[in-house]
Structures are given as C-alpha cells and as structure tokens.
C-alpha cells in the first residue's frame, strides 16, 4: 500500500500559467514534505521543502501548501515555464528520534509546459 | 564533474549473473542510499550506509546486498539477476546537518539495468 499517491502520471500546462501538482499521503507520522525534479538521463534534484509546522513555503515561484488535516500537500508552479518539464515526486519523511530519515516517494508526476 | 558518480549508466545482463552498480561521491557526505525507480512506483529504499560501518536495510533489500568500502564509495550488488530486477538505479547522499533540517538527498544520474 502506497503511503505517498501522486494520482495524476501527467499533467499539460500553457506556459505563463499556474502548474498543480498534489500529493496525498496516508502515514500521519510524516513530518517533512519535499518536492523533487527529475529531467530524462538525469538523477531527481530537490525542488522545496516543508515542515509539518508550517501550511506554506515559498521559494520563487515554486510554493508548496500543506494541508495536515487532509493529508494533502500542493506543489504550485507560477508562471510555469518550458524549462519546468520535468517528472515531480512528492516525498515524506517520519518522526524520528534521531535515527535515520527514510524518505517515501510517490511515483510521480510528469509535467509538460506546452510554449 | 558530478559530484555523485555511478557506474556503469547502463548495463544488460542475463539473469543469474552476478552484477555490481558501483557509486562514488566527491561531496563529503557521511549518509548514502542506494533507491530503485520503477513506472508507476517512484523510487523505493533499498539499502543505506550512515558511515563505513553501519549498513542497513531499505523497503526491498531482498536479493540485493550492498558494502561500504570507504566514506566516498557504496557498491550494490546483485548476486544473481533476475528479470523483476530490471529498473533504473540511483545512488544517493546527504549530509547529516542538512538532511535533518530539510531531508535533501543528492542524486547521482542513475544506472539502467536490464536482467534478461
């Protein structure tokens, strides 16, 4: 059973738009959320981070929304740009007491920003 | 250069071959992953190494065992292939400091294995 679901594998934005990318996890214990990027022939690279502290985080024009009581958290893009197609993975890490962060992937969102 | 390095980038082999996916890092990180990404899955947890003397098991370490030869470098090994194997497989480090702060792991560009 998947504890972190990207339900949509794809998703076509214009560019100069607002991209979309949600991210519903089960696991309650969760506490940080990030975002990563992957390019094709590429290794993911981390986009942005959230606490379960805080409800936004803003880098540019990357924000990530979580919503705890829905175990839901958004990645906005705005304005996207072509250079923003990419496949996006949410990911979640759990409480710890100091032993080791272990992230669980969704499985991805491939975004298209069509010119 | 990058700073996380795999190898080979791809590899075709036939199942019940012995294969190694070696990583190797210029980064200075104590912590390393090895993940596996297949459609529809994400990337899953296979083994990770805290320092040249701890290893430990991910999510799907079955049929897989992995060393830590040295700080830099962090070696997956397939004892005997098998076609469900087949996937695309990415090294990982991070820092300690920094993980725990924002949970940010360093790719290396990915090993593309076939098992035949």
């Known amino acids: 059973d998947q504890q972190v679901k990207q339900n949509s594998p794809s998703l076509s934005v214009q560019e100069g738009r607002i991209s979309i990318l949600n991210c519903d996890y089960t696991n309650s214990m969760f506490d940080y959320f990030l975002w990563y990027k992957k390019y094709p022939a590429e290794g993911p690279t981390f986009l942005i981070s959230i606490s379960s502290i805080k409800d936004k985080n803003e880098d540019g024009r990357f924000t990530v929304f979580l919503n705890k009581s829905a175990k839901h958290l958004s990645l906005h893009i705005v304005p996207s740009q072509p250079g923003d197609s990419a496949v996006y993975f949410c990911a979640a890490s759990p409480r710890s007491s100091g032993s080791a962060r272990q992230l669980t992937f969704g499985s991805g969102t491939q975004l298209t920003v069509l010119p | 250069d990058a700073d996380v390095t795999q190898t080979p980038r791809n590899r075709i082999t036939k199942t019940g071959k012995r294969i190694m996916l070696e990583c190797s890092q210029t980064k200075g990180h104590d912590r390393m992953y090895w993940y596996r990404q297949d459609p529809g899955l994400g990337l899953r947890l296979i083994y990770y190494s805290f320092d040249v003397k701890d290893i430990n098991k991910g999510e799907i370490s079955d049929g897989y065992s992995v060393s830590r030869q040295a700080q830099a470098k962090f070696s997956l090994s397939l004892e005997s292939a098998i076609p469900n194997q087949t996937a695309l497989y990415f090294c990982?480090?991070?820092?300690?400091?920094?993980?725990?702060?924002?949970?940010?792991?360093?790719f290396g560009e990915g090993s593309r294995l076939t098992v035949l």
């Open positions: 990982a480090t991070s820092d300690f400091s920094r993980e725990g702060y924002t949970g940010e792991l360093f």
